[in-house]
């Protein structure tokens, strides 16, 4: 490839072969040159009005339309030659994702409408529908500890049904958690002869760890076994839930803030990405960004075939029109 294609290298896999359009500019340029040339001859006719009504009706733009239509099948056509390439979304090599949902108490609050978990169970079904259906994904649910309640499966419909029958209970365990879905991952390449599998971790909380393994603790497993998670902080400073706190069956009002920080640290420290969400509509954006950037790559396409067929249509639509208006093919 020569000095003068580098910039074309990024579009197409054949940029040299471009020159080709020097020979469409040039039938365009001989097309426009011949609209000007005067013709070689002269007829007389006395009766004018007799030679408009024998005379043939100019074709006018409609000529031209034509031509012009011809040549850009003809560009489309020379590009497609030297074989484009655009970015496309196509479903990721990752085989396993594992999701993991904190049900501890706290998610009982409704600063998110209608509450924390049914949003968080709506948003978490949706992210699920949207990955392509070769994935594994597997469920976490964790509180006082963590439950491996999906192993990685193909079955999403499977998946999706266990979120709707999460259930709420004490305390928060996002080490264990974290622990877990890591080992749940490096069991997934037990089952295929001990070939690493690329997997991912997505886990959402509204808290901080109470419970089990320190968050920080759970950082180097998973660095080890070079798996990322990705973490959502979910809720708003403000939400409160309604605890017996001295067991009289007296409940009050008790703040359940995000611990945003912890959650952070947990996603920077594993080569994941940390991500806030304080509405529905936050959290389904933010799944928007996982699905797309866990469950699908984007890599560099051959699309010579697009250029080709969108060339062919063109080349179809001038010849239909030239055989409408003037019963020749152009």
């Known amino acids: 490839m020569t000095n003068g294609w580098v910039g074309m290298g990024e579009w197409f896999l054949q940029p040299q072969r471009l020159w080709l359009l020097i020979v469409v500019v040039g039938l365009a ?46 560009t489309v056509l020379v590009a497609s030659f030297a ?102 991952i490096q069991e997934q390449a037990r089952g295929t002869g001990g070939k690493k599998v690329d997997g991912a971790v997505v886990l959402m909380s509204d808290g901080e760890t109470t419970v089990g393994l320190p968050t920080a603790d759970a950082i180097p497993i998973a660095k080890k076994a070079g798996v990322a998670v990705s973490t959502i902080a979910y809720g708003t400073p403000d939400g409160e839930i309604t605890v017996d706190v001295n067991g009289d069956g007296v409940g009050q009002r008790t703040r359940v803030p995000v611990n945003v920080d912890e959650l952070r640290g947990l996603a920077e420290g594993t080569g994941g990405t940390a991500y806030t ?11 928007a960004k996982l699905g797309s950037t866990i469950g699908y790559d984007h890599k560099d396409q051959d699309v010579t075939y697009k250029f080709v067929g969108l060339g062919l249509v063109l080349m179809l639509v001038a010849a239909g029109f030239s055989l409408r208006w003037f019963s020749r093919l152009p």
Request: aromatic share 6%; charged share 20%.
């Open 29 to 74: 340029a001989l097309y426009v040159g011949l609209q000007f040339t005067k013709p070689r001859y002269a007829l007389r006719f006395s009766n004018l009005e007799l030679l408009d009504s024998v005379a043939p009706k100019r074709p006018g733009w409609r000529r031209h339309l034509v031509a012009g239509i011809f040549l850009l099948a003809a």
């Open 83 to 184: 074989q484009p390439v655009m970015t496309q979304k196509v479903p990721s090599e990752r085989s396993t994702i594992v999701l993991a949902i904190d049900t501890s108490l706290s998610m009982a609050a409704t600063d998110v409408a209608p509450s924390r978990i049914q949003a968080a169970q709506t948003a978490a079904k949706e992210f699920v529908d949207n990955l392509p259906k070769q994935l594994n994904v597997g469920l976490i649910s964790f509180a006082g500890s963590a439950q491996l309640l999906v192993p990685p499966t193909q079955d999403h419909a499977k998946v999706n049904a266990a979120i709707d029958g999460l259930e709420l209970d004490k305390s928060t365990a996002i080490g264990d958690a974290t622990k877990l879905a890591v080992q749940v």
């Open 277 to 287: 969400a304080q509405s529905v509509q936050d959290l389904r954006s933010v799944y």
